[in-house]
Antibody, heavy 119, light 108 residues
Framework: EVQLVQSGAEVKKPGESLKISCRGS????????IAWVRQMPGKGLEWMGV????????RYSPSFLGQVTISADKSISTAYLQWRSLKASDTAIYYC????????????WGQGTMVTVSS | EIVLTQSPGTLSLSPGERATLSCRAS???????LAWYQQKPGQAPRLLIY???SRATGIPDRFSGSGSGTDFTLTISRLEPEDFAMYYCQQYSSSPLTFGPGTKVDIK
């Protein structure tokens, strides 16, 4: 079964750092892009960026450039989303999703990681 | 950046009725790069339609997509109880990838 499994919910304080993960299985992890998508409470979907695990080519949305870091470790089929200094406004659900080049769409989604930033 | 606008914001219908959801782009989108997603409360989004009109694996044929250029439509021919949800369109014809704000289909 093709799936993306994300790390569990996090509760952090403003200013703390965080790295969440997304592990792929059931397909060739290095052959498809992995995207990160933010969903703030009660709001819509926002694309943050994508990474190609095969060569770590990364594209950021202008809205998120400099705010987060996307990376991947292809040896363990895992992509990451990282913050150096969290803000309360980073409170959201973060989804990873596989971008299928065949379909030009996000065809497989992780279950989401809830990040809560509160003092 | 291509901005996607979806209408209506909320569509109140009864089971068995036809739902027509609109997605309008601020500039032309290649039909190969327009997709639709369904999201239910507490769940991750699910791909319904890609390439404007192709159904993803396991999607029933009551869901159909159409359109070109700047105007795209998702049609649900006969609403089933499980279809009441939020629907988003998305484009990647040009970077950055963008989503529409969503249309909520709720029970009348």
């Amino acid at each position: 079964e093709v799936q993306l499994v994300q790390s569990g919910a996090e509760v952090k304080k403003p200013g703390e750092s965080l790295k969440i993960s997304c592990r792929g299985s059931g397909y060739s992890f290095t052959s498809d892009w992995i995207a990160w998508v933010r969903q703030m409470p009660g709001k819509g979907l926002e694309w943050m960026g994508v990474i190609y695990p095969g060569d770590s080519d990364i594209r950021y949305s202008p809205s998120f450039l400099g705010q987060v870091t996307i990376s991947a470790d292809k040896s363990i089929s895992t992509a990451y989303l990282q913050w150096r200094s969290l803000k309360a406004s980073d409170t959201a659900i973060y989804y990873c999703a596989r971008y299928s080049s065949d379909w030009n769409a996000l065809d497989i989604w992780g279950q989401g990681t809830m990040v809560t930033v509160s003092s | 950046e291509i901005v996607l606008t979806q209408s209506p914001g909320t569509l109140s219908l009864s089971p068995g009725e036809r739902a027509t959801l609109s997605c309008r782009a601020s500039q032309s989108v290649s039909s190969s790069y327009l997709a639709w997603y369904q999201q239910k409360p507490g769940q991750a989004p699910r791909l319904l339609i890609y390439d404007t009109s192709s159904r993803a694996t396991g999607i029933p044929d009551r869901f159909s997509g159409s359109g070109s250029g700047t105007d795209f439509t998702l049609t649900i021919s006969r609403l089933e109880p499980e279809d009441f949800a939020m629907y988003y369109c998305q484009q990647y014809s040009s970077s950055p990838l963008t989503f529409g704000p969503g249309t909520k289909v709720d029970i009348k």
